[in-house]
């Protein structure tokens, strides 16, 4: 079964200073990864994907993801935070094997960006 | 587009009631989810409908919980009857065929509900 881990329940970095939200992952094939931000009292917010190609993948408002196959990893990154990052955030994992199977999500890194 | 439409935004009710939650996903999008968010256990999913017939309802769990997609435009979730662990936020989520990423999808804002 696939699953996704994010060891950090908070990240806290300063503003201007470049962050890391770490996911890793486990799946029995190729993966779909993706990362989506939760601003309060909202929905979830698609930020990126990667599917394959470049490991290095861009996506909305600045942010970036790093995929490493040999540490199963997918670390969301920006190179300098801002305030308005503040936000709870999902990575997520789709198994690429077979037909339309479901994502499963993170349980979430909170993010706190202090002025 | 409107996005994503859930209401109401927050229920409040009591052990044992009937609750129905509902969800308008945005138009021409042709799957819809139905997720829980809770502390503990994160974002879960509970069931996904594909062209309005329910693909996956594993994640649904207890008999309590059901849900329905009469046509394109509309979806419930219903819980009967409720009680205190089922107090969450619920998400319903939609995607389209047509951005080439049916995992991309499209929150609402949620139902926020409460079981006394």
């Known amino acids: 079964a696939q699953s996704v881990a994010q060891p950090e329940d908070q990240v806290n970095v300063a503003e201007g200073n470049p962050l890391t939200v770490k996911c890793t992952y486990s799946?029995?094939?190729?993966?779909?990864l993706f990362w989506y931000v939760q601003y309060p009292n909202r929905g979830l917010q698609f930020l990126l994907k990667?599917?394959?190609?470049?490991?290095l993948v861009k996506g909305s408002y600045g942010f970036e993801a790093e995929f490493n196959k040999s540490q199963t990893s997918f670390h969301l990154k920006k190179p300098s935070a801002l305030v308005s990052d503040s936000a709870l955030y999902f990575c997520?994992?789709?198994?690429?094997?077979?037909?339309?199977?479901?994502?499963?999500f993170g349980i979430g890194t909170k993010l706190q960006v202090i002025p | 587009d409107a996005g994503v439409i859930q209401s109401p935004r927050h229920e409040v009710t009591e052990m044992g009631q009937e609750v129905t939650l509902r969800c308008k996903p945005i138009?021409?999008?042709?799957?819809l989810f139905w997720y829980r968010q809770t502390m503990m256990r994160g974002l879960e999913l509970l069931i996904y409908?594909?062209?309005?017939?329910?693909?996956?309802d594993s994640g649904m769990p207890e008999d309590r919980f059901s849900a329905k997609m009469p046509n394109a435009s509309f979806s419930t979730l219903k819980i009967q009857p409720s009680e205190p662990r089922d107090s969450a936020v619920y998400f319903c989520?939609?995607?389209?065929?047509?951005?080439?990423?049916?995992?991309?999808?499209?929150f609402g804002s949620g139902t926020q509900l409460s079981v006394l």
């Open positions: 989520a939609s995607s389209s065929p047509w951005t080439g990423l049916k995992e991309k999808l499209f």
């Open positions: 990667y599917i394959t190609g470049d490991n």
């Open positions: 138009s021409g999008h042709d799957y």
């Open positions: 799946v029995s094939g190729n993966p779909y």
């Open positions: 997520a994992v789709r198994d690429r094997i077979g037909g339309y199977q479901k994502v499963t």
């Open positions: 409908f594909n062209n309005n017939v329910p693909i996956d």
